[in-house]
């Protein structure tokens, strides 16, 4: 597995390995991995990429693994217009946009893709505060942009991103979840489920639940995790 230098881009492949070599670093072998957006599809990625580091998964949204060449097809309007920000964050302005107003643009995202999650101004807070990372905002429109082949990637990528490119299954045990009322684009359930060959299974949140699943419905992320562990 090749060692991710500090100056890689924030493509797919990138954060995957970031993930891995954070086990590394914290000297865990293998592990039941999670997670939601971005953290969903790193926890994919290393699951399909390098699944002897783990030992069973929870995916929200269910199979995250893109590609370039996919992300080149066009969708419907209405599909596309759920993407926006996508398209602002392509351009300088959109950079500078987030850069000033990223607390802002994060509530305005929460507000969209949680649509029934009522969270108030200190749950927020102690999320925006991340946000002040002073590489938070490079990593953010490099991830966008690389997908639109915007952004050139890094070399030492190559190989991984080709392999993810033909939407590799999943064979380690499997939970995906979703939530009832996510307002943010997300796949059928029905339409990923083959890429799950080992143990698998999908359930729904309901009581309106939406994209944030961990932090909207934790008693049913903890109960997936737990689960998936004893397997």
């Known amino acids: 597995m090749p060692v991710r230098p500090a100056s890689w881009p924030a493509e797919q492949a990138a954060l995957a390995l970031d993930a891995v070599a954070l086990m590394d670093a914290l000297g865990i072998g293998r ?54 920000y996508q398209y602002y964050f392509a351009t300088e302005k959109g950079r500078a946009g987030y850069d000033k107003y990223r607390s802002e643009f994060a509530k305005l995202i929460w507000r969209l893709a949680s649509p029934r999650w009522d969270f108030d101004d200190a749950t927020f807070d102690r999320s925006a505060a991340s946000f002040e990372n002073p590489d938070h905002v490079a990593i953010v429109i490099d991830n966008y942009r ?29 939970i995906t979840l979703e939530g009832d009322s996510n307002g943010a684009p997300h796949a059928e359930p029905s339409t990923y489920a083959t890429k799950f060959s080992g143990p698998y299974e ?4 309901d009581g309106g639940i939406g994209h944030n699943l961990p932090q909207e419905a934790p008693s049913v992320f903890v109960e997936a995790v737990e689960e998936v562990a004893a397997l």
């Open 202 to 205: 999908h359930r729904t949140a």
């Open 31 to 84: 592990a039941v991995v999670t997670g939601f957006d971005l953290g969903a599809r790193s926890a994919d990625i290393v699951a399909a990429m390098w699944p002897e580091r783990v030992s069973g998964l929870v995916s929200v949204s269910g199979y995250l693994i893109g590609s370039q060449a996919g992300a080149k097809v066009p969708l419907p309007p209405e599909a596309e217009l759920q993407w926006w």
């Open 146 to 174: 690389w997908r639109l082949a915007l952004s050139p990637g890094e070399p030492g990528c190559g190989e991984i991103e080709a392999r993810l490119a033909e939407a590799p299954t999943i064979a380690v045990p499997t």
